[in-house]
């Protein structure tokens, strides 16, 4: 059986702006890969209410997972959660269970539970809340829909929180060759091995060292032993140029 898919909604202006740099879509990727999801596409928009939900609803249809990052803290333009009901056509109001987290959390270090930290309680109806060891505001699950904060340290706590609960494949191994010979050189037998081992993917990764064009040659794939076999043969083809 083929692993499960994924795809991440990165949500907003600031990531567009280049005011803020995303790192968000480098740790997902990575702990999909361990846990044999295979993230498939990153997309961005905007803080656009029509553009979150189209979105939402675009990825949703296509693959098994879909995780958000960005838009659900205390701001007005915080309209990820909203976003997310619509896009299924449920209702969203501050649910009890998630005010309780955030009151006993304001009241732990002597803040206010005003209206603007109050939006950080609303919940999709039907949607299950992921935990929030950082910062303590839940994101929260809605059918294959999984949205999370932007911030690095809390997108990767809340990760954390939601992997147990996803059943993955087989994770996907990776082993490299690096040639001294630019991709030119390597593109005719590497396209005839990819073809050989269909089953595995191939990728070449371009580099320049002291003037000479050289190739980073990528095979990925969840059989080993397949893997250890097209290493073997990538190795017989360019052990010449390996570096």
Do not use: W
Not at 199 to 217: A, E, M
């Amino acid at each position: 059986m083929s692993n499960p898919t994924a795809a991440m909604l990165v949500i907003g202006d600031e990531i567009l702006s280049g005011r803020t740099r995303d790192s968000n879509m480098h740790f997902l990727a990575n702990e999909f890969t361990r846990h044999g999801i295979d993230l498939r596409e990153v997309r961005m928009v905007s803080d656009d209410h029509a553009a979150i939900v189209a979105a939402v609803q675009a990825l949703s249809a296509a693959y098994d997972h879909v995780v958000t990052s960005g838009g659900i803290g205390p701001t007005h333009d915080d309209i990820t959660a909203p976003c997310v009901a619509e896009a299924f056509g449920v209702p969203i109001t501050v649910r009890d269970d998630a005010r309780a987290l955030l009151q006993a959390h304001y009241d732990r270090t002597g803040s206010e539970l005003n209206e603007a930290r109050l939006r950080m309680a609303r919940i999709p109806d039907g949607a299950t809340l992921i935990e929030n060891p950082v910062s303590i505001a839940p994101g929260f699950s809605l059918q294959n829909v999984h949205v999370m904060a932007g911030v690095p340290s809390v997108f990767q706590a809340m990760v954390a929180s939601l992997l147990p609960s996803l059943t993955g494949g087989a994770p996907i191994l990776s082993q490299t060759l690096r040639v001294m010979r630019g991709e030119g050189d390597v593109a005719q037998p590497l396209g005839a091995l990819a073809e050989e081992f269909n089953d595995l993917q191939f990728g070449s990764y371009p580099f320049q060292k002291d003037g000479i064009y050289g190739t980073n040659l990528v095979v990925r794939g969840s059989d080993g032993a397949r893997l250890d076999a097209a290493m073997t043969r990538l190795n017989a083809l360019f052990t010449d140029a390996a570096a």
